[in-house]
């Protein structure tokens, strides 16, 4: 939903910069990147482009993440892809090693791509994009738990979209109330059940 012409725009002209995640909703944008880092990957391109390797074993598995980077995105203007202020494109390779007893001997590898305006710096691309996923993670996590909301149904028209909306304000207005020492589940039972701490929350009274 976030990798469009729009949004970027938007971005651009606030003085920002952006790291998209390039998905299917882009699916010539998808396909030449994929096949671009394939044949970079395999040798066949002779383009510039630029590599880090971060290495974690942490709760009984070894991560390793291969950040692989290019500044070369004039050809993509060729094929009508123009991204405002557009400098690299990032893959991201993840291998998931389980180790210990529960071990398989088998590793997971998965691929993300990006489109950034940031410089084509692999460490600073590869942190960037790590630091996104955190956030990302913790926030699904939260929300998740305390709305349940891999378990809505909402599907028909912008329903979906404008429900995920309100949710994050939701959990927005609960993560910012300091007066109440309760996790997010706790202080949104709470707001359902005292009219007072839900106008506090809403801004309606002091």
Same mark, same amino acid.
């Given at each position: 939903?976030?990798?469009?012409?729009?949004i970027?725009?938007?971005?651009?002209?606030?003085?920002?910069?952006y790291?998209?995640?390039?998905?299917?909703?882009?699916?010539?944008? *998808? #396909?030449?990147?994929? %096949?671009?880092?394939?044949?970079?990957?395999?040798?066949?391109?002779? @383009?510039?482009?630029? /590599?880090?390797?971060?290495?974690e074993?942490?709760?009984?598995?070894?991560?390793?993440?291969?950040?692989?980077?290019?500044?070369?995105?004039?050809?993509?203007?060729e094929?009508?892809?123009?991204?405002?202020?557009?400098?690299?494109?990032?893959?991201? /390779?993840?291998?998931r /090693?389980?180790? =210990? @007893?529960?071990?398989?001997?088998?590793?997971?590898? #998965?691929?993300r791509?990006?489109?950034?305006?940031?410089?084509?710096?692999?460490? %600073?691309?590869?942190?960037?994009?790590?630091?996104?996923?955190?956030?990302?993670?913790?926030?699904?996590?939260?929300l998740?738990?305390?709305?349940?909301?891999?378990?809505? @149904?909402?599907?028909?028209? #912008?329903?979906?979209?404008?429900?995920?909306?309100?949710?994050?304000? *939701?959990?927005? %207005?609960?993560?910012?109330?300091?007066?109440?020492?309760? =996790?997010?589940?706790n202080?949104?039972?709470?707001?359902?059940?005292?009219?007072?701490?839900?106008?506090r929350?809403? =801004?309606?009274?002091?």
């Amino acid at each position: 939903m976030g990798c469009q012409h729009d949004i970027v725009d938007l971005i651009v002209q606030s003085g920002a910069d952006y790291v998209l995640s390039v998905k299917d909703n882009q699916p010539g944008l *998808a #396909e030449a990147v994929v %096949l671009w880092f394939d044949a970079a990957d395999a040798g066949k391109l002779d @383009r510039p482009h630029w /590599e880090d390797i971060q290495t974690e074993k942490d709760h009984g598995r070894i991560e390793t993440r291969r950040c692989l980077v290019t500044n070369d995105v004039a050809w993509l203007q060729e094929q009508n892809q123009h991204w405002n202020v557009l400098q690299s494109l990032i893959m991201i /390779e993840s291998t998931r /090693e389980v180790i =210990g @007893r529960n071990s398989t001997g088998q590793a997971g590898i #998965e691929r993300r791509y990006y489109i950034s305006s940031l410089p084509a710096q692999a460490t %600073l691309l590869g942190k960037t994009v790590r630091a996104h996923w955190g956030i990302e993670n913790s926030m699904h996590w939260v929300l998740d738990v305390a709305f349940r909301e891999d378990d809505c @149904r909402i599907r028909i028209g #912008e329903a979906a979209q404008n429900f995920a909306i309100l949710r994050r304000i *939701a959990l927005n %207005l609960l993560k910012s109330d300091t007066t109440t020492k309760l =996790g997010v589940a706790n202080k949104r039972l709470k707001a359902g059940w005292n009219v007072d701490y839900l106008a506090r929350l809403l =801004g309606l009274k002091n």
